[in-house]
Nanobody, 122 residues
Framework: QVQPVESGGGLVQPGGSLRLSCAAS????????IGWFRQAPGKEREGVGC???????HYADSTKGRFTISRDNTKNTVYLQMNRLKPDDAAVYYC????????????????WGQGTQVTVSS
C-alpha cells in the first residue's frame, strides 16, 4: 500500500480550531479504514479516533464532542477537524490505514504516515 500523508498541522491558540488531512492513493483510499493517533513528547502514542469506509466513526473520550473525523471520497481524503483545542492536545498527529477495525486500536493499523505537528499555545 501507499504510505498515507498527513498535513495541516501548525500553531493555534487555546480554544482555536485546526483541520488535519490524511491522503493516500486514490485507487485504494476510499476502501481504507483510517485511524488518527497522537503522541506528545515523553508520552505514549494514544488514540484520537477512527473512521470506516462506510463513514462510521469512533472517538476517544478525550476528544469526543470537540473533534470530528470525516471523509471526502471525491478527494480521497480523510479529515480531522479539531475544535476548542487545549494545551493537552499538542502533539504530533498521525494517520494510519487498515482494511478495517474493530476497536480503533493502534495494533489494528498497519501503514502509518510521518505525522504533522500541532502546537497549542498562547
Amino acid at each position: 500500500q501507499v504510505q498515507p500523508v498527513e498535513s495541516g498541522g501548525g500553531l493555534v491558540q487555546p480554544g482555536g480550531s485546526l483541520r488535519l488531512s490524511c491522503a493516500a492513493s486514490r485507487s485504494t483510499q476510499n476502501y481504507y479504514a483510517i485511524g488518527w493517533f497522537r503522541q506528545a513528547p515523553g508520552k505514549e502514542r494514544e488514540g484520537v479516533g477512527c473512521i470506516r469506509s462506510d463513514g462510521s466513526t469512533h472517538y476517544a473520550d478525550s476528544t469526543k464532542g470537540r473533534f470530528t473525523i470525516s471523509r471526502d471520497n471525491t478527494k480521497n481524503t480523510v479529515y480531522l477537524q479539531m475544535n476548542r483545542l487545549k494545551p493537552d492536545d499538542a502533539a504530533v498527529y498521525y494517520c494510519a490505514t487498515a482494511w478495517g477495525y474493530k476497536y480503533c486500536l493502534p495494533r489494528e493499523f498497519k501503514h502509518w504516515g510521518q505525522g504533522t505537528q500541532v502546537t497549542v499555545s498562547s
